[in-house]
């Protein structure tokens, strides 16, 4: 661990929040904050009386005082009342900004005039199912397309706005038969990712089957492969309300289910006596139609794998376990296993494995694509998207490169066949075979909305296809410039800069700097969109930083982000903030800084080690308590990525940057705003609950430290299009405030 300082004392101060001398300071900040809001024109209430307990933790040796233990309780009325106290002052300040009404009556023109978007493209007999995005409507649907997939020859296959007037049902994940003759949905209401699965006629969209629930949590997920006949399917389950309620989300296992047939009565194919765990998250694969399929298991979300084959009516195959370092694998069309291993190179090599398979076979598999000097991306699993795609003669397989895409393309039997083009500094997710060898995959780009490219087997080319967004957002008069700062350890970290073409670096631009860095997500490049491009025409530049946590450069760049190493994504985003400043595109001033979920642990961290860094911060969803995040669910699944306060050394890695034990009476912190969905079943929403009132009693500032709290989303998946403007605008317009920035009328779009 290279970033120590004093845990006692600094434990100490914070907890000098709840003490009589706290109290006072707290008053007296809430005063000079309100003094700043009324310069501004906007009267900001002080925040709700927020009660101390003595609640102190004992742990190797270190007394670590909590002094708002009493805020984990959602159930607890005095809780609630003081949420919803919180939610309505924020509620107050943000919509009497004099921003607020203009941002966010320019941000819902600009997305409801976007045309409506594709994604998920999957072909199956006949038909090319995709999610389909139309801004005028809530929630996306599920169409489909012809063979060639024709925009034109849409159809609305399952529409939540119809099945929820409200909004509140989304799509958290579908699944088409091999025949195309059928569609298994999973859907969840409010944010929750709680899933129920459902099963459609793909003609009529009929529902043909009985809804079965517990299919889908945010802790573990959920996943289904249909048989080759497509008389039923392989899915994912959780024990459900008969299992204690502290054991509900967890144990998830693999059911057979026949279609026509009682669920209840499926037979269990893949669970405890095959190797599954508490934490198992499991990902199924049978994408080419075939008897045999793939199950991917991911231990917590630490990024390691063992892989099974399953049949029906047969005994699971182990074809690779935990630390044999194969992390992705499925079948290709001709029946052989094709999978990522990092056992011999952080960046992953392809193996290839025919059958017969037997237990253990892929760590003896033959090496079809060797490791390079750039990464093979390896995570979509977890996204439901495939990391190696294939046509009939192809396989197609995704690099990154410090963050940017490219494609690679190889025969079956691993030679190289060229590359599809893509622009530069571009990102690719999406890789869907069509008839007759051709391939569909889109394209992101920071200054052009998503669009698809058809590849053509017979003439070698590429064009753009119909499948494309447009937006009345533009960004000709912007540039995208890419450079590295210099972590405190000699990294070399990228970071993305948009801005106006002919911006002074005088130091006096406002600067909003994104970042995440974390289980080995990486920000590749996609369309910056109408929230960026006010930001930009206020006079702004946007920044986006490729922090190490992420797999931006494979694996390695992974593993020096986690566990002990957690300090170096800090450090590394810290030294990205510093050369900004330094190179003259802006100051600690015109200074801001946003994440969410882990990368709001790292607003966390930049906040309460680094105070005077930024004027402001916008943090979502995020780890505040990284002493007590593995008390709920899902943080059961995050000790693979953070590690546990159980294991020593963890510990104290833990403890030396968690956010919350580190907030310090009377520190001069920046305005915060910190968003939750009460509905939130990845990062409790207790975390920001706690870090709003140790940062309200502390602050020193005068500057505002802001909950808001939304009732009908949850970790921000499954949001609704208008709450996600809400959002927006009450972000936009708040930093707006902080920075003294200025919406043109009319804005140039």
Do not use: C
């Not at 296992?253 to 009682?262: I, S």
């Not at 909305?449 to 058809?454: F, I």
Request: aromatic share 10%; net charge negative; glycine share 10%.
């Amino acid at each position: 661990m290279q970033y120590s300082f004093g845990k006692r004392e600094a434990v100490g101060r914070a907890a000098g929040a709840g003490t009589r001398a706290g109290r006072w300071a707290a008053a007296a900040a809430a005063l000079a904050a309100a003094s700043t809001a009324l310069a501004a024109g906007v009267a900001l209430t002080p925040p709700p009386p927020t009660p101390t307990d003595p609640t102190v933790d004992q742990s190797f040796g270190y007394r670590i005082p909590d002094p708002y233990r009493w805020l984990e309780n959602r159930t607890d009325p005095a809780v609630q009342a003081w949420s919803h106290a919180q939610a309505a002052r924020a509620s107050a300040y943000l919509e009497a900004l004099p921003s607020h009404d203009a941002v966010k009556a320019r941000l819902t023109a600009l997305l409801k005039d976007s045309s409506p978007a594709y994604s998920d493209l999957q072909a199956r007999g006949g038909r090319v199912f995709a999610l389909y995005s139309d801004p005028r409507f809530e929630q996306p649907m599920l169409v489909t397309l012809d063979p060639s997939a024709d925009p034109a020859s849409r159809h609305a296959l399952v529409d939540p706005n119809q099945l929820d007037r409200n909004g509140l049902l989304a799509i958290d994940w579908f699944v088409p038969s091999g025949d195309g003759s059928k569609v298994a949905v999973s859907m969840s209401r409010n944010g929750s990712e709680d899933g129920t699965l459902h099963v459609f006629d793909a003609t009529s969209g009929r529902e043909i089957e009985a809804p079965i629930p517990e299919v889908q949590y945010p802790t573990a997920g959920g996943s289904l492969a249909w048989t080759a006949d497509d008389r039923g399917f392989w899915y994912t389950r959780y024990p459900g309300p008969t299992a204690p309620a502290a054991e509900q989300h967890f144990n998830m296992q693999v059911y057979f289910h026949v279609l026509g047939t009682d669920a209840a009565k499926d037979s269990l194919a893949l669970g405890r006596a095959d190797g599954l765990e508490r934490v198992s998250e499991v990902f199924l694969d049978n994408r080419h139609a075939l008897r045999e399929i793939i199950a991917m298991v991911q231990r917590g979300d630490g990024n390691t794998w063992a892989m099974y084959v399953l049949r029906r009516s047969a005994p699971a195959v182990r074809v690779a376990t935990y630390g044999d370092g194969v992390v992705y694998a499925t079948f290709g069309p001709d029946g052989a296993i094709y999978a990522i291993s990092r056992a011999h190179s952080s960046n992953g090599e392809i193996l290839k494995l025919a059958p017969p398979f037997s237990p253990g076979a892929l760590t003896h598999a033959a090496v079809l694509v060797p490791a390079s000097d750039v990464a093979i991306v390896s995570g979509g699993a977890e996204q439901d998207l495939p990391d190696l795609s294939f046509t009939a003669q192809r396989l197609f397989v995704r690099d990154i490169v410090g963050g940017p895409n490219r494609i690679r393309m190889f025969t079956l039997q691993g030679r190289p066949a060229g590359a599809l083009p893509l622009p530069p500094v571009a990102g690719n997710d999406e890789i869907d075979p069509l008839a007759g060898g051709d391939v569909l995959y889109d394209v992101s780009t920071y200054l052009r909305p998503r669009y698809y490219e058809r590849w053509h087997a017979a003439t070698a080319t590429a064009e753009e296809s119909a499948l494309r967004q447009t937006s009345p957002v533009s960004y000709d008069d912007a540039e995208v410039v890419r450079e590295f700062a210099v972590s405190r350890d000699g990294t070399r970290v990228p970071v993305n800069i948009l801005m106006k073409k002919g911006t002074r670096r005088d130091g006096h631009n406002p600067l909003l700097l994104y970042g995440y860095g974390g289980f080995g997500i990486s920000m590749t490049p996609e369309f910056a969109g109408a929230t960026t491009r006010l930001w930009l025409d206020a006079g702004g530049i946007y920044a986006v930083a490729n922090i190490r946590g992420g797999s931006e450069y494979g694996e390695r760049w992974h593993q020096e982000g986690m566990l002990t190493h957690k300090q170096n994504d800090f450090d590394d985003f810290y030294a990205v903030a510093r050369y900004l400043i330094d190179r003259g595109y802006t100051s600690s001033a015109r200074l801001a800084i946003e994440g969410g979920s882990n990368g709001g642990l790292l607003m966390g961290a930049e906040i309460t080690q680094h105070p005077t860094l930024a004027r402001a911060v916008v943090s979502k969803a995020g780890l505040y308590d990284m002493l007590r995040f593995e008390t709920d669910p899902n943080g059961a699944f995050n000790t693979a990525e953070y590690g546990s306060v159980k294991n020593p050394q963890q510990f104290r890695a833990l403890y030396a940057y968690s956010p919350y034990q580190h907030v310090t009476a009377h520190s001069p912190y920046p305005a915060v705003l910190l968003l939750i969905g009460t509905n939130d079943g990845r990062v409790n929403p207790m975390h920001s609950r706690k870090f709003a009132a140790a940062l309200q009693a502390a602050t020193s500032s005068g500057r505002p430290i802001l909950l808001r709290v939304d009732t009908h989303s949850g970790h921000g998946f499954g949001s609704s299009v208008d709450e996600r403007i809400g959002e927006e605008a009450d972000e936009l317009s708040f930093l707006f405030a902080q920075l003294d920035m200025r919406l043109p009328n009319p804005a140039r779009l």
